[in-house]
């Protein structure tokens, strides 16, 4: 119940194409949805975050779409860049805060070739 | 703003030895901090969360004993692997809660 399944585990795009990586959870308890990218050797940071009463956030190239029904919510990164290639990851979060305990999901290695 | 710092960034030690490291919030006070254990190619996995002046909770399946946690003040938390094995070796990450988490860098633990 408190998982969060991730896809596809690695993505190779080249630059400028547009990378997309989806996530999908059971427990609907789940209030806040975070992305994290992490390159090696580092700790994660902060990209992108949606509650869902919202169905698409956009920040620069990063937009969450967020699908309350399907309880699903994926990221996309458009005119990915080389700078771009780290391990993003999807989380959630319950309990109405946005800086709860946290559930990740699997990961995806993202390369993005020049 | 909100930078969290670890100390160290790696240690290698010996079977049988234990480590502290230490999870520093910078420029904010954290009531809640976490820990989380990430080994190569995977997932991050919470330990642990840490609130100031209380006992930590422990994740199902982590050892108290063996990952004892400290959170003595709203800036500091330390995490000591008490007679540490190879198998936890891992990379070390914890965050500070604010208005959303900030992560610390990591700290590689290497044990011989």
Redesign the interface.
Known sequence: QQQVKQSPQSLIVQKGGISIINCAYENTAFDYFPWYQQFPGKGPALLIAIRPDVSEKKEGRFTISFNKSAKQFSLHIMDSQPGDSATYFCAATAGGTSYGKLTFGQGTILTVHP | GAV?S?HPSWVICKSGTSVKIECRSLDFQAT?M?WYRQFP??????MA?SNEGSKATYEQGVEKDKFLINHASLTLSTLTVTSAHPEDSS?Y?C?A??????????T?LTVL
Do not use: N, Y
């Open positions: 969290v670890q809640t976490f190619k995977q997932s991050l996995m919470l969360t990379f990450i965050s809660a604010l208005h959303e988490q900030f992560f610390g860098p990591g590689r």
